[in-house]
């Protein structure tokens, strides 16, 4: 969280255009903190994505793109591995951005299955609201109600793994 993850899919965005490879950019249906169809870095730079509430719609929409771009992973089940695998079958490069843990420090959704059949996984960290270390967490920061738990800096900030508290496990989503 507040790493670069979405700064880092721009620039493979802009290489791929800048190369003329075609390109199909998806965001999961359900993250509209910024905009619907665009994926938003949290200093406001921007490229237009086409929202999927499931990984079958990434199948679907493809089209001729070489080159797959899949932000916020985390929130797709686990046939975003399967979908992954027949794309990178399919001849297309799958670069994806996502949360490896979630607010309770476990592992989050698909991305422990997908790290595991990358061919390369770079690991980016923010720095810690608390004490400006490395923070590989999402601290939890804004009370849990309701069952969305999708948010920016009014909700999560940046921790280390000595400042990270995780909540309490029974409002565990």
């Not at 686990?78 to 079958?89: F, M, N, P, S, Y």
């Not at 921790?159 to 508290?165: I, L, M």
């Amino acid at each position: 969280m507040f790493s670069g993850k979405t700064e880092r899919l721009l620039e493979w965005l802009a290489v791929a255009r800048a190369e003329s490879i075609p390109v199909a950019v998806f965001k999961h249906a359900c993250d509209d903190r910024y905009h619907d169809e665009e994926l938003v870095t949290h200093n406001g730079r921007r490229a237009t994505a086409r929202p999927v509430a499931s990984a079958e719609h990434i199948l679907r929409l493809v089209g001729d793109a070489r080159l797959v771009v899949i932000d916020e992973a985390q929130f797709f089940g686990i046939d975003l591995v399967d979908t992954c695998r027949q794309l990178a079958e399919a001849g297309c490069s799958v670069v994806l951005a996502g949360l490896d843990r979630d607010s309770w420090g476990e592992p989050f959704g698909p991305m422990p299955y997908l790290e595991k059949m990358a061919d390369r996984v770079t690991h980016m960290t923010g720095r810690c609201a608390a004490c400006g270390g490395e923070a590989d967490h999402t601290q939890r920061i804004a009370p849990i109600t309701g069952t969305s738990m999708i948010g920016g800096s009014e909700a999560y900030e940046p921790r280390c793994s000595k400042c990270f508290v995780a909540p309490p496990i029974e409002l565990r989503r």
